[in-house]
């Protein structure tokens, strides 16, 4: 059964830090893993989709990076702003079964 | 380009009625996948629909059911709420080959 982990579960930064991310899984039987955004009461953004044959995808200043090998995916944000501030949810979708297993997310907050 | 669409934004109901809530995807997307969100648990799949069939499903009671029209606005229903129910009910679409998923804002239910 596919677990997904997200590490840290909450993390405060001053404003123009880099950080990340970090999101595991624990059956590397994976089609795809995505990332998203989601702010207080709204839905999801999608940031980056990493297919399971890609290492990494860049968007702006994000980077997200995938070791199928080691069930692990990192988030990396670079010069962070107030408006970075939301909760990240990493998300896998299986080879078999096809199912959608998101992890609990890590609750960034931006100080200016 | 419309995004996805999910009415109604708020429901409120007492225990024992029954809920519809309703999604309509991006523009030629075919598949639309259901999540719950509660704090507790986290997101958790619900269903995907392609072409009017069920292709994937979750696990959650019989109580949880939905379905897809021709035109691939899905409907989500649930019978005899329970206070658990009170949740955020996400949708989200993609294309045929489980691509990126598009979120829409959600449904927030209150079972009182």
């Known amino acids: 059964k596919q677990e997904v982990t997200q590490i840290p579960a909450a993390l405060s930064v001053p404003e123009g830090e880099n950080l990340v991310l970090n999101c595991s899984f624990t059956d590397s039987a994976i089609y795809n893993l995505q990332w998203f955004r989601q702010d207080p009461g709204k839905g999801l953004t999608s940031l980056l989709l990493?297919?399971?044959?890609?290492r990494e995808q860049t968007s702006g200043r994000l980077n997200a990076s995938l070791d199928k090998s080691s069930g692990r995916s990192t988030l990396y944000i670079a010069a962070s702003q107030p408006g970075d501030s939301a909760t990240y949810l990493c998300a896998v979708i299986n080879t078999g079964g096809f199912k959608t297993i998101f992890g609990a997310g890590t609750r960034l907050f931006v100080k200016a | 380009k419309a995004g996805v669409t999910q009415t109604p934004r708020y429901l409120i109901k007492t225990r024992g009625q029954q809920v519809t809530l309703s999604c309509s995807p991006i523009?030629?997307?075919?598949?639309v996948s259901w999540y719950q969100q509660t704090p507790g648990q986290g997101l958790q799949f619900l269903f995907e629909y392609f072409s009017e069939t069920q292709r994937n499903k979750g696990n959650f009671p019989g109580r949880f059911s939905g379905r897809q029209f021709s035109n691939s606005r899905s409907e989500m229903n649930v019978s005899t709420l329970e206070l658990g129910d009170s949740a955020l009910y996400l949708c989200?679409?993609?294309?045929?080959?489980?691509?990126?998923?598009?979120f829409g804002a959600g449904t927030r239910l209150s079972v009182l």
């Open positions: 989200a679409s993609s294309q045929a080959d489980r691509t990126d998923q598009y």
């Open positions: 523009s030629g997307h075919r598949s």
């Open positions: 990493i297919q399971s044959s890609q």
